[in-house]
């Protein structure tokens, strides 16, 4: 491999360098690649984020599909069950009950949607933001009487671990008759932090309270599925319908809410046009810096020619030099971007410290919904995309630099 050309771009790069006000364009230029490389890296990661905590608020409680008896009960629900749970995509499956209700608590009352779990190790999908992930070992002994609530119900209703409530129950046939009302004292066995209409107003009560109480257990006509690639639901709940094989409705998350995946899609797109488009303009002080130094260097160039020196040579000497600002520009602001990222929760935990004033800080989404996440291919495809990008803009220099007639410049001098 010849590094002639490299050689020489070196060289005339330090030399330009003395001259300071080439010298201030070259580090202003690469302070603007670096700048548009950093916020790309930090716009691309906080949006790999958001989906993240997506899936983890809306795709962790609610089912990822759901589905439900045309006509009659499903009288074998229990053995439907375990075929749904022998088809690959499917975690878990299990009946799904939900009932209106309204939580008293001395003189404070609120209405909220009750829920059914039928296994303690599934509910982990409600702690998903739960600062204490140790929260589940502690309900694994479910005493009678006892549920969990949404952080936002004990937060109206001024209540906290341990307190007993009281509970009105109304049933789907419930048509305002006094002995349609059931009325339930319960336990607050454990508070799950909510985040968002999805599970703020949600109660969870174990299965087995719905079947004693409400004569549950032959009346099951809806079964809600949670699946392992939950973007592939419409593919797995129709092969559910296929292996039960019975008259069902099917009902799939992916109708409600696809189109925020879809959004993301765009706007992750739209970032990344932008924000090259910004990294192109950055390179224009390069290009200047290359045209101007071609424009001093003449009579090098010509001399250059005179003792051999081919058209390829002169322009690889001219792309690695302008390409060489582009480079170190392109690597700070990756390098910047990558610590930032991997440092956010402290950057985060700084901010919130010292700047407790900060209406930013503390927002609830801020705390909740800013999570930075960098892929490796994000990675690799900004930095190869900004190392063509300076290919491409830094031709035309080099291009220009190789038709000089070395006959014609020398003489002038």
């Known amino acids: 491999m010849n590094f002639l050309p490299f050689f020489i771009s070196k060289r005339l790069y330090f030399q330009n360098n003395k001259n300071h006000t080439m010298f201030l364009i070259s580090i202003l230029s690469k302070i603007g690649v670096s700048i548009s490389v950093f916020i790309l890296i930090i716009s691309i990661s906080a949006l790999n984020g958001f989906k993240i905590l997506i899936n983890k608020n809306i795709l962790s409680s609610l089912p990822h599909g759901i589905i439900k008896s045309t006509n009659h009960p499903f009288f074998y629900w229990k053995k439907i069950i375990k075929q749904i749970n022998c088809i690959s995509g499917i975690d878990y499956s299990e009946p799904y009950i939900l009932m209106n209700g309204v939580l008293l608590k001395k003189n404070k009352i609120k209405f909220l949607n009750i829920k059914s779990f039928k296994k303690i190790k599934y509910i982990k999908k409600y702690f998903s933001f739960q600062a204490q992930n140790n929260q589940l070992l502690k309900l694994n002994n479910f005493k009678k009487n006892q549920i969990i609530l949404s952080s936002s119900l004990c937060k109206d209703l001024l209540a906290k671990k341990g307190?007993?409530?009281?509970?009105?129950?109304?049933?789907?046939?419930?048509?305002?008759?006094?002995?349609?009302?059931?009325?339930?004292?319960?336990?607050?066995?454990?508070?799950?932090?909510?985040?968002?209409?999805?599970?703020?107003?949600?109660g969870l009560i174990p299965f087995s309270f719905f079947k004693n109480n409400f004569n549950i257990e032959n009346n099951i006509n809806?079964?809600?599925?949670?699946?392992?690639?939950?973007?592939?639901?419409?593919?797995?709940?129709?092969?559910?319908?296929?292996?039960?094989?019975?008259?069902?409705f099917l009902y799939t998350w992916i109708k409600d809410y696809k189109y925020i995946y879809d959004d993301i899609k765009k706007i992750k797109m739209i970032i990344y046009v932008l924000l090259f488009l910004l990294i192109i303009i950055s390179t224009f002080g390069v290009i200047s810096i290359s045209l101007l130094s071609i424009?001093?260097?003449?009579?090098?160039?010509?001399?250059?020619?005179?003792?051999?020196?081919n058209n390829m040579l002169i322009q690889l000497i001219f792309l690695y030099y302008g390409f060489r600002s582009i480079f170190i520009g392109s690597l700070i602001g990756l390098i910047s971007g990558i610590i930032t990222v991997l440092n956010s929760e402290k950057i985060m935990f700084f901010l919130e410290k010292n700047f407790s004033n900060n209406l930013l800080v503390n927002n609830i989404y801020y705390h909740n919904f800013l999570l930075?996440?960098?892929?490796?291919?994000?990675?690799?495809?900004?930095?190869?995309?900004?190392?063509?990008?300076g290919i491409i803009?830094?031709?035309?220099?080099?291009?220009?630099?190789?038709?000089?007639?070395?006959?014609?410049?020398?003489?002038?001098?």
Do not use: C
């Not at 803009?393 to 003489?411: F, G, Q, V």
């Open 295 to 309: 424009s001093k260097k003449i009579k090098d160039i010509s001399i250059l020619r005179s003792i051999g020196a």
């Open 163 to 202: 307190d007993w409530i009281n509970l009105i129950i109304l049933d789907n046939k419930f048509s305002f008759q006094l002995n349609k009302i059931k009325i339930f004292s319960f336990q607050i066995k454990s508070i799950f932090h909510s985040n968002g209409i999805s599970n703020d107003n949600i």
């Open 393 to 413: 803009t830094n031709w035309y220099p080099a291009y220009y630099a190789s038709k000089i007639d070395p006959s014609k410049m020398l003489k002038k001098f």
């Open 222 to 248: 809806t079964i809600e599925l949670y699946m392992s690639s939950p973007l592939e639901a419409n593919k797995i709940i129709l092969d559910v319908a296929k292996k039960i094989n019975i008259p069902i």
């Open 372 to 389: 930075l996440q960098l892929n490796l291919s994000d990675i690799i495809i900004i930095f190869i995309s900004t190392i063509i990008i």
